[in-house]
């Protein structure tokens, strides 16, 4: 779950990691207010939305003027921000945050997440932060260091001292860097989070170390224990196939593909995946139905996959374990009953009472444009080959 720029600023403070003054709003009188509160000196304005690239779409505003933040506010409140991380349609505005700009002498990038493949935390740190930070890391190598850091142990100097010094600071700053991190790992711990980023992590003219920007992304599935944080769910800026699956208990993610994935186990789901892009196709999400699931949540599913207007093709692989090949036959007759099915399905059964699943199907599926297939890799290879020319 992705918390907004205000939101990670809140729990910054908790855990002492310097913010700039500010404060969120929603009304172009309140926008202004906050200018005023603020001294009515120069003011950063920067709209609320998930998802980066803020500053090159407009979303930024920069101004010493009363009048220009409430016209700003006007500008945005109620529009979709769209940058290069949301997509064409953009992500709905409906907060600012108003903040006392920051008087910045160099800029860096400091930030905490997970590595996967070591399946431990790690510490991401460059001494060039700011808007070029993607280029200046798929451009030089060696402009980010990383530093990782077991997940039962305090955090030692032996992890941070590299990264103080990767970022190059005046020595006068190491303690305040060395602090930020230590707060960095508490937050990171007790709030059960994935991504801390500050970016940038500012230098300022008088000697101090801001967040001046903060990224902060939490475990969904360790968000029962955080109900607080749970509570401050943005659901308008999550994709909407993906706020009705969560409603629904299902596992899904929305790709950029065109080919629908219904599959039982999040293992399988991958795999499945993944042998589309070896044939050349391109799957449009991951869903893991999962491996209890009965007749009516196959149906929710499926339905799902049918509101998704890029799909041309659905692939249903299920091995039957837990799951009965039978429940998923029956779970697609019914999902598909009064709906005109504008697509082909692929179906690859296998497992527990796969015989009678696909009997369901021969008996009731004339009706659909439906292909059954013997094996996992021919099930891609037809469904690709539909979806191309669907």
């Known amino acids: 779950m992705h918390l907004h720029e205000y939101q990670?600023?809140?729990?910054?403070?908790?855990?002492?990691?310097?913010?700039?003054?500010?404060?969120?709003?929603?009304?172009?009188?309140?926008?202004?207010a906050a200018w005023r509160e603020?001294?009515?000196?120069?003011?950063t304005v920067k709209v609320q939305v998930h998802a980066?690239?803020?500053?090159?779409?407009?979303?930024?505003?920069?101004?010493?003027?009363?009048?220009?933040?409430?016209?700003?506010?006007?500008?945005?409140?109620?529009?979709?921000?769209?940058t290069p991380q949301t997509g064409p349609m953009g992500r709905p505005v409906k907060q600012l945050l108003v903040e006392a700009s920051t008087a910045i002498r160099c800029e860096h990038y400091l930030a905490l997440t997970v590595d996967r493949s070591q399946a431990t935390p790690v510490f991401v740190a460059s001494a060039q932060g700011g808007i070029a930070i993607e280029e200046l890391a798929s451009s030089d190598s060696r402009a980010l260091l990383t530093r990782s850091h077991p997940l039962d142990q305090p955090l030692t100097s032996d992890c941070t001292r590299p990264l103080t010094a990767h970022l190059q600071l005046p020595?006068?700053?190491?303690p305040s860097a060395e602090h930020i991190m230590a707060g960095m790992w508490r937050l990171f711990h007790e709030a059960e989070a994935s991504l801390i980023e500050i970016n940038p992590l500012a230098e300022t003219r008088d000697g101090q170390l801001v967040a001046v920007d903060a990224k902060v992304a939490l475990d969904d599935n360790a968000l029962f224990r955080h109900p607080e944080l749970a509570a401050w769910r943005d659901p308008q800026q999550d994709p909407p196939l993906e706020v009705e699956a969560q409603q629904r208990g299902i596992s899904y993610v929305g790709l950029d593909g065109n080919i629908g994935c219904l599959v039982n186990g999040a293992g399988l789901a991958m795999a499945t995946n993944d042998i589309l892009l070896l044939h050349g196709g391109r799957p449009a999400n991951f869903l893991d139905v999962g491996g209890g699931a009965n007749v009516e949540q196959v149906t929710r599913a499926f339905q799902l996959l049918l509101q998704d207007q890029r799909v041309t093709a659905v692939l249903v692989n299920i091995f039957g374990g837990i799951m009965q090949?039978?429940?998923?036959?029956q779970g697609l007759l019914d999902a598909t009953r009064g709906v005109q099915v504008r697509v082909p399905l692929v179906v690859r059964l296998e497992g527990t009472r796969v015989e009678e699943g696909r009997q369901l199907l021969r008996s009731q599926g004339a009706r659909l444009p439906l292909t059954t297939a013997p094996s996992f890799d021919e099930a891609a290879r037809l469904a690709v080959q539909l979806a191309d020319h669907a």
């Open 8 to 32: 990670a600023k809140a729990l910054f403070r908790r855990y002492h990691i310097p913010v700039g003054q500010g404060r969120a709003v929603t009304t172009p009188a309140q926008a202004k």
């Open 38 to 43: 603020l001294g009515q000196r120069s003011v």
């Open 325 to 329: 090949c039978d429940v998923i036959a």
């Open 171 to 174: 020595q006068a700053l190491v």
């Open 52 to 82: 980066g690239g803020r500053g090159k779409a407009g979303g930024i505003l920069l101004t010493t003027a009363g009048n220009e933040v409430e016209a700003f506010a006007r500008r945005w409140l109620g529009q979709r921000l769209v």
